[in-house]
């Protein structure tokens, strides 16, 4: 039986890891991790945060995934978004999915990322 997501890994072209870095850790606030010694020999980085683990591995014939995302569900959405535009990152609201407010983004080499949060039920006038 499955328990959990343990990780999502998403590609990256060689060369790109102190971009990276820059996005992963500075940007979305996540914490790098050290990759096992014959793992970090391949180039790449992981990351993490509370629950969540990206990592980012080196493909010479990188293309970036423009539909296939990882959804990464945030607290006070409103304000990570504007900590990512003000890190330089795009960010594109999206309103089609019901009961979350969502924004779609890009890392530094173009994968896409979501980014999500429910919305509080019974929170407002009348309930």
């Known amino acids: 039986m499955l328990t959990a997501v343990d990780h999502v890994q998403l590609a990256a072209p060689p060369g790109s890891e102190p971009a990276l870095r820059a996005y992963y850790a500075d940007v979305l ?3 790098e991790i050290p990759k096992p010694p014959a793992l970090a ?3 790449g980085c992981w990351f993490r945060a509370d ?10 014939d990188f293309r970036p995934a423009k539909k296939a995302h990882p959804g990464l569900r945030v607290a006070g959405i409103e304000a990570y ?3 990512l535009a003000a890190g330089g990152a795009p ?10 407010r969502r924004f779609y983004s890009e890392d530094p080499v173009g994968n896409r990322l ?11 006038p009348g309930s």
């Open 114 to 124: 979501e980014f999500l949060e429910p919305c509080l039920r019974g929170s407002g």
């Open 51 to 60: 629950g969540v683990q990206l990592h980012l591995g080196i493909d010479r």
């Open 41 to 43: 020999a391949r180039g």
């Open 91 to 100: 960010v594109t609201w999206d309103t089609e999915l019901p009961g979350h």
């Open 81 to 83: 978004a504007a900590r």
């Open 29 to 31: 606030g996540m914490t």
